[in-house]
């Protein structure tokens, strides 16, 4: 359930900011689900794969870093959160959206400075 909430959460920014794997995925899997870097930068990779991330992925199943089932678990979620995220986006004022990513940013970089 937690790699489907993830993959919610990115896809709903995603569809709000353009946002997805790096910004979301890789901290939420190194925060919530106590990954390694490497797994969450294999696993957010192999949630966004076609066509985005072949190559990469490809590196990282080789070498072990890849979470295949929570993988495809946020990929359901980005597919759904996507488009609820697009459809928030539409109803909020431009300037309100970019200070919201604003702050989301800045909570993510404190949480991540606090727990590194």
């Known amino acids: 359930m937690l790699f489907v909430v993830i993959g919610l ?11 997805g794997g790096g910004i979301i995925i ?5 925060l919530f689900a106590k990954f390694e870097p490497q797994t ?6 192999g949630a966004l794969l076609l066509p985005v991330g072949l190559l990469g ?6 070498k072990g870093h890849i979470d295949i089932p929570a993988s495809l678990l946020i990929a ?9 995220g697009a459809e928030i986006a539409m109803s909020v004022p431009a300037r309100q959206l970019q200070r919201g990513f604003a702050v989301f940013m800045l ?3 404190v949480k991540m400075w606090l727990s590194a």
């Open 9 to 19: 959460a990115a896809g709903v920014l995603a569809g709000m900011f353009g946002v």
């Open 26 to 30: 890789v901290p939420a899997l190194l």
């Open 40 to 45: 969450a930068t294999g696993t957010s990779l």
């Open 57 to 62: 992925v490809t590196a990282f199943y080789r």
């Open 76 to 84: 359901l979620g980005l597919f759904i959160g996507a488009y609820f």
């Open 107 to 109: 909570l993510v970089s």
